[in-house]
Each structure stands twice: as C-alpha cells, then as structure tokens.
C-alpha cells in the first residue's frame, strides 16, 4: 500500500519484546510465584540473541531476578500483566514513530482494579519520549491484528460490549477514522471461555504479512463451533494472498484445586475458582520477525498445533512453551507480551 505511514505488527524486524512482572494476589495463586516462574522459564527459553524488556512497577523494582539475562528493565506502575491490552499501538509516519491508545475498563468491567492499566499507554509513551493519540473508545490491544501492509481483522463483539451507547457501524466508523487507509474486517463472535468477551487473537492472529493462523474444529459438539464455523467463513473474505493455517481449537478446561489455592478473594476481580472454564488457544503466540513461541497445554493436540505452525513458517525459530500458568489467570502469550519498536528506547 502506497504511503509513508505504516502500522507496526507484532513480527516487524527491529523491535523488542516487552514482558511485566506478576504479583496480584487475586489473580495469580501462591503470591504469584508459579506465574513468575512461568514467565522466568519463558525468558530462559527466548534465544540469546532476542532483546526484551521487562516492565516492573516502581515499588517492586528490585523484587525480580536480575542475573537470568540482562534485562532492560521498565519501571511503570501497571495492575495487571496484561501488556497487550494496555499498551499502545504503533506506527511509524514522516515525523517518526508515534503510538494510539484507547480507554480501558478493565475487559468490560471483570476486573475494577485498573486505575493504572489505565494510564500505562501514556505513562510509557512518555517515559520514551514518543507522541501519544488518546481515542476514547473503549479497546484493549487483543482485539485488533493486522499484517503491517493494511490488513486488519478486529474483533466487533468485544467492542460493542465496550461501547454499548454507540452502534456497530458507528464503532466501524471511529475505526475507520482511528486507521486511515486500512482495509478493516470486522468479526462478531466469541469464544465460549474467552474472558474478554471476543478478542481476536484468541481466534485469529497474522504472524507475518501473508499468514494468519486461526481457530477451527470440526467437533459439532464443541461450544464453539458455530463460533468457528462463522470465522471460517470470515477468514475466507481475506485476500487470496493471504495463507490461511488452521490450528484445532480444544474443548475449555478447567483447573484443579491445587491450582485454585492461595488467590485472595475481592470485590474487584473475577472469582477465579475451579468453576471458571479456561481458554486454550494455540493462536495466542509470542512472536518476533525471527522467533514464535507456540503456548502448549498438556493436551493430545499440542503436537499437531506445534507443527502446523512449523509448516507454515519454516524461516522461523519456533518454540513449544507450557502456557497453562498464564491461562489459569486468564490469558495467553500474546496477552502477557506487547511489541516495543526498538527505536523507541534511545
């Protein structure tokens, strides 16, 4: 597409991974040690070669490893570890790199306790010294990916329950007028497990300029198949160019009670008991322009997700990683990273 702006995805050349440190107590069990060791196994994993950046809230700053690899740390005040959702997106214009960010209401209100997801977009865009657009729409970073060349699949569902005093078209068009020149494909649907109501990046997430991989099963059975079925035929719409890779979708799981114990109960965040179905989507990867990290579940079809991605992206190093600490609080590896344009940190 011919002009000097371009949206910045998730596999452009140059950029760093940005990772946050856990420590809610009503969300990760055991004072957030099984997610920090998770998310410490995680980095170990990263080649040596990955740059990433770890982001700390100022009162936990020296409450972390140092030694493991060095870590440009971030010190931001955040609330959850969430960093897809809260921070901004990019692209670069003739005046150089510049970010938009939308409002935040914690996932349509399941967790209340966000007054600083709510302004970590504006507080890192000016720690790094680089101009911030505020939107008010209601949007977390979960609910867009795009192929850098103006190709976007957004989730709609998400977005209506966001912004109930506004219409689908009237969402649709503040989108249009958000991303100028983009070409927007709009899906309604979610997964049945799927806490934040519709993301897309648990159903579909382009992992280059010409690839998408999506969820899909054939279970009529399945909760989610009408869901699939319509994100099939959503997916189809996309130009031909484009290499559609379906990975199989598991049934939702549940956790055990050993994996329910020690999360503090609130008023301000979802009751996380052993009732709570949980989200096991391979789409939700990690990903650089060198590097994908494929989440694994300890299910019968990790092997054939993990090499369906392999197939389809030979060029990459790819990577099998358990993902299921991170589920158990209500996200994947795509949620807990985000994207940090390398020219953004001087």
């Known amino acids: 597409m011919a002009t000097t702006e371009r949206w910045l995805p998730d596999f ?65 005040d955040y609330d959850d570890i969430w960093l897809r959702d809260i921070g901004p997106l990019w692209r670069h214009t003739e005046s150089g790199l510049e970010a ?12 209340q306790a966000i007054a600083a997801d709510k ?20 949007a977390e970073g979960g609910a867009f990916t795009h192929n850098g060349n103006g190709c976007w699949l957004v989730g709609l569902t998400c977005l209506k329950r966001r912004n109930r005093e506004l219409t689908g078209n009237e969402i649709k068009s503040a989108l249009g007028q958000l991303l ?19 993301h897309i990046d648990n159903m579909a997430l382009f992992v280059d300029s010409d690839t998408l991989l999506y969820a899909t099963t054939d279970n009529e059975t399945h909760p989610d198949y009408e869901t699939c079925q319509l994100l099939k035929n959503k997916v189809r719409e996309l130009p031909e160019s484009i290499k559609k890779i379906p ?32 989200l096991c989507s ?34 990459r190093q790819v990577i099998a990683f358990d ?16 994207n940090l344009p390398s020219s953004a940190i001087e």
Do not use: M
């Open 282 to 315: 391979y789409v939700n990867v990690l990903q650089t322009n060198e590097l994908v990290v494929v989440p694994q579940f300890g299910l019968a079809t990790d092997h054939n997700a993990l090499q369906a991605i392999c197939r389809a992206l030979p060029e």
């Open 12 to 76: 452009s050349a140059d950029q760093r991974i940005l990772l946050a440190w856990p420590y809610r107590n009503d969300v990760w069990r055991e004072k957030a040690e099984p997610a920090r060791k998770a998310l410490l196994k995680l980095i170990a994993q990263l080649p040596d070669n990955t740059l990433f950046s770890l982001v700390v809230p100022a009162n936990l700053g020296s409450d972390f490893p140092r030694t493991l690899k060095p870590v440009h740390c971030i010190e931001i």
């Open 247 to 278: 990975l199989p979708l598991p049934l939702p799981q549940l956790a055990t009670k050993d994996e329910r114990l020690g999360i503090e109960l609130t008023r301000l965040s979802l009751e996380r008991t052993v009732d709570l179905p949980l």
């Open 323 to 338: 993902a299921r600490e991170f589920v158990l609080g209500g996200g994947g590896l795509h949620c807990i990273s985000h």
């Open 180 to 198: 100028p020149e983009q070409c927007l494909y709009f899906f309604e649907g979610s997964l049945s497990a799927d806490e934040t109501g519709g």
């Open 100 to 111: 938009l960010s939308f409002d935040f209401d914690g996932w349509g209100g399941i967790q």
């Open 119 to 138: 302004c970590f977009a504006r507080k890192l865009c000016t720690q790094l010294k680089r101009p911030l657009h505020q939107s008010n729409l209601i």
